[in-house]
């Protein structure tokens, strides 16, 4: 598995010849956004960024998912399957974007839901609805993507502390998760200890790092002996190896 740094908590992923985006195309002057050659790249599907098989979209905020620029890649990019909460279709549906590539999906706080509307035998995805923040107003999905020989979950805005209720109601052994993404702003001895006795994951990135927040993640990491990776440039690449 390649996992590649887009910004904030976009990345792109490929394994077993699939290729996904996560909250990968946006532009926000609040946070790190990915360089305006980047999203071209993304966008015109240039190499390492080409034949993208889904682009995953956590929830509806700025520095997660840009509706123009998500419009004009899915337009260009027609074998590209959306998936995201209900939200992000009726606003790109607002602006004239009406495709069967779009799967979007209302869920209940802590509602696990197979995406079975996909239809690929190499790949597997689940979405959870989890708390954004402390916040169980703001819709925020989580993601487990199961390749045939990786597995990811992206817990976009979530919190693990604020999620463990319904993290504990899951047979984490169903998804045996390589690498797991979360904020940098959630680790701590107990969080790492839940960890342990949930999703049980064999990495851990963190995400949602300004780039001047960087050394204080580092610390963190340290501090804490979470043992994460913390991407510090964009496009940089690191190869999980079972």
């Known amino acids: 598995m390649q996992i590649t740094y887009i910004a904030n908590e976009g990345f792109f992923i490929s394994c077993d010849n699939k ?21 071209a790249n993304i966008i015109n599907s240039i190499p390492p960024v080409d034949n993208i098989d889904f682009l995953l979209v956590t929830h509806n905020h700025r520095d997660h ?63 959870l609805r989890l708390k954004h923040g402390t916040s169980s107003q703001i819709n925020n999905l989580a993601f487990m993507v199961r390749f045939n020989n990786c597995s990811i979950m992206h817990m976009g805005d979530a919190f693990i502390l604020q999620s463990e209720e319904y993290l ?32 049980m994951p064999k990495n851990i990135i963190m995400m949602h790092i300004h780039e001047e927040d960087i050394p204080e993640a580092i610390e963190q990491n340290k501090q804490h002996n979470a043992k994460a990776i913390i991407f510090e440039k964009e496009l940089e690449t690191k190869i999980f190896n079972k």
Request: one cysteine or more.
């Open 168 to 199: 504990k109601k899951i047979n984490w052994n169903n998804y045996k998760i390589d690498v797991l993404f979360m904020s940098y702003l959630d680790i701590n001895e107990y969080v790492l200890e839940t960890l342990k006795n949930t999703i």
């Open 19 to 39: 290729k996904i985006l996560l909250d990968a195309l946006f532009k926000t002057k609040n946070y790190t956004s990915p360089s305006d050659s980047l999203v």
């Open 65 to 127: 998912f840009d509706i123009k620029l998500t419009s004009e890649f899915l337009s260009k990019n027609t074998k590209t399957k959306f998936i995201s909460y209900s939200e992000s279709c009726k606003e790109l549906n607002e602006i004239g974007f009406n495709s069967s590539q779009l799967n979007c999906y209302n869920l209940e706080l802590g509602e696990l839901k197979e995406i079975n509307e996909i239809n690929d035998e190499q790949i597997s995805i689940t979405a």
